[in-house]
């Protein structure tokens, strides 16, 4: 390069051409059609993009970008969750007046509320994008899969939703949990007021009753309690976003490999 | 004015009055049930009449507009109302209210774009989101910035509405004090509403658990290999009139009878009318065994369980098990072939149990049926 040239070069060029940008970021700042296509190709994050696509894709009309808000709504809700873990104690005694102290005394006091309304924002937009996919055919061969899987991390989602709810400890919490988790209870075969739960019986001894079905089990206990408040919290915070970032991951690598967004041929 | 006043109140009264006679279920899942076919046409027929009854008009930009004026005229006249402001303005009930716009906003849009493909396709264009396949944008720029600037406008809308509305918090938890009504979860609220017609191992868990396996299965259940990749009605209506269906009335719409409309005891209430927890209403529902033994045969009820509930077993049986080989062999014979046993018994059980929820409603509505089965001795009520 001349000398002539250098002097041309803005600041974000220079910066671009530095050692330590092209370690980070190797396609420079992306000008070039071949710079652009390796800034999405060498970014891990930007890689779940082809580096180009049909131009009906980018059309909000089409995609109505519900997808991408459910992702989005995903990561939102877990650095608003990680925050609230940092302040909220899952027991009976603390539960209700630490949800007060995160609104009263906790520094930029809408997390909770973003949280909360962030939820419900999201199984929306599940709701929707299932809608788009649906009216689009979208789900016809060969992303037949890959419905199913959206199908299941809807339903994660709602679970994620429902498990949340009784966190809080307030009356809106606890009942609206019972009123869930009593279907539990109806269970066939292992809900002890289900239909052939009393066949499960040796000689007169019943094995599933109210101490021993399924619900006792979701609840960790026969009722509402300390114990369901911690199972409810575990499975809120790590193992139900666990599963759901797994199929998330699925959803995401199937995109891709059933021949990227769908469209007309 | 006063004079002018006193009638304009008697209106807005008697039109009150109007709206919530029309939202009782009975009246309103009828209506819904009866137009659905009218406005999602799944066939040439009803095709036909929806164009002369000018249906069609709702999937335009104007149809669009009236549709959201009609739902703000509503929740306004909700808001001014002394009964509906109560429940209307609950922060756990706005998802709703988002979700009535939301749930029309985009079901109006998708439409509005099938039936601009519909158009194309009959004018032998392709639909209106072909483009040339060599003709392909890069995804830096194009689509990455997109991305950021929907992320920061709801990024925005969220940290709005977070200021804007505290989110919702009752009293500390009292397992001594239930409410009246308890609630689930609003998304939740269409299976509880269920809870109505069917003891709690069928709303509670059956259908749940079909409603995930039977949308799961949709892409194995539909064979119609048109319509894939663009908005279109036309080429896939029996698709979007069923899926529709289930969606719209036995979702959604369920939802909302559970938010708006139902009170203290899980008593229907119209929207503009008082939530009084003394409000009765007469619990007169009757078995079919009671039906068939005591008033048919004026006998009285056989002790052994299976004998008394043969009737209501045996159309069970009828309805689950010699339906589906009946219509395949006469009504739905040519649907038969196309899907195959295994495909055919599978959407066969999937439509007769999404079915079943409007049967037992009606059955309950008109005959006061109680139970099809009843035998709580085993929990096993249907």
């Known amino acids: 390069m001349s000398k002539k040239e250098n002097k041309k070069q803005s600041l974000l060029d220079w910066l671009g051409n530095s050692q330590l940008w092209k370690s980070i970021i190797r396609s420079g700042v992306p000008r070039t059609r071949r710079q652009r296509m390796y800034a999405i190709l060498g970014n891990v994050f930007l890689h779940l993009h082809p580096a180009r696509l049909p131009r009906h894709a980018v059309k909000l009309g089409y995609t109505w970008c519900m997808g991408g808000l459910s992702f989005f709504l995903f990561v939102v809700l877990t650095i608003t969750g990680i925050l609230l873990m940092f302040y909220y104690r899952p027991t009976v005694e603390y539960a209700f007046t630490d949800i007060i102290d995160l609104g009263e005394q906790v520094p930029l006091g809408i997390m909770r509320e973003i949280h909360r309304w962030g939820a419900h924002a999201m199984v929306l937009t599940v709701w929707l994008h299932m809608l788009r996919v649906f009216m689009t055919g979208s789900y016809k061969p060969p992303r037949e899969f890959n419905w199913t899987v959206g199908v299941i991390l809807m339903t994660l989602t709602m679970f994620l939703s429902f498990t949340g709810y009784l966190l809080p400890w307030d009356q809106l919490a606890i009942w609206a949990v019972t009123v869930g988790s009593n279907m539990a209870r109806a269970h066939p075969f292992i809900g002890s007021e289900g239909p052939g739960a009393s066949l499960l019986a040796i000689g007169d001894i019943n094995l599933v009753h109210a101490g021993s079905d399924v619900r006792f089990g979701l609840l960790g206990g026969r009722f509402v309690g300390e114990a369901t408040l911690l199972r409810f919290y575990v499975l809120h915070c790590i193992a139900v976003p666990f599963i759901a970032m797994i199929f998330m991951a699925v959803h995401f690598w199937r995109i891709r490999k059933d021949g990227g967004i769908s469209g007309p041929m | ?382």
């Open chain 2, 1 to 382: 004015m006063v004079a002018f006043q006193a009638p304009c109140k008697f209106m807005l009264q008697y039109l009150k009055d109007f709206i919530d006679y029309l939202s009782a279920p009975t009246i309103s899942f009828t209506l819904l049930t009866v137009m659905f076919p009218f406005v999602f046409p799944p066939t040439d027929w009803f095709q036909k009449m929806h164009k002369k009854l000018g249906f069609h008009h709702m999937w335009t930009n104007k149809g669009g507009i009236a549709g959201i004026l009609l739902i703000t005229a509503f929740f306004v006249m909700g808001f001014l109302d002394k009964n509906f402001n109560i429940i209307l303005t609950k922060p756990d009930n706005f998802p709703i209210i988002l979700m009535t716009y939301t749930m029309f906003f985009f079901i109006w849009l998708g439409m509005k774009k099938a039936y601009v493909n519909d158009e194309r396709l009959d004018q032998g264009k392709k639909p209106d989101e072909y483009h040339d396949p060599e003709d392909k944008v890069l995804v830096w720029p194009d689509l990455v910035y997109i991305e950021l600037i929907a992320l920061i406008l709801f990024t925005v809308f969220l940290i709005v509405w977070s200021i804007l509305v505290a989110a919702p918090l009752e009293e500390p938890a009292n397992p001594a004090a239930t409410p009246n009504p308890s609630k689930a979860p609003w998304y939740f609220l269409g299976l509880q509403e269920m809870l109505v017609y069917f003891d709690p191992w069928i709303a509670g868990i059956l259908f749940p658990l079909f409603i995930i396996i039977g949308t799961s299965a949709i892409p194995y259940m539909d064979i119609n290999p048109k319509g894939d990749g663009y908005y279109s009605f036309k080429e896939r209506r029996v698709g979007i009139f069923i899926f529709m269906y289930g969606w719209i009335v036995l979702w959604v719409f369920l939802i909302v009878i559970g938010t708006f409309f139902r009170g203290p005891n899980w008593n229907f209430f119209g929207p503009f009318e008082f939530w009084d927890p003394h409000k009765i209403e007469a619990l007169n529902n009757v078995n079919l065994s009671e039906y068939f033994w005591v008033i048919g045969l004026n006998k009285p009820l056989p002790t052994n369980p299976l004998v008394r509930e043969s009737i209501g077993i045996l159309a069970t049986a009828f309805y689950v098990f010699l339906l589906p080989p009946l219509l395949a062999k006469t009504w739905l014979k040519d649907m038969f072939k196309a899907y195959g046993p295994v495909r055919y018994s599978f959407l066969m059980l999937f439509g007769l149990l999404m079915l079943s929820l409007p049967i037992k409603m009606y059955l309950r509505w008109i005959i006061n049926l109680k139970y099809i089965v009843s035998i709580p001795e085993w929990f096993f009520n249907i």
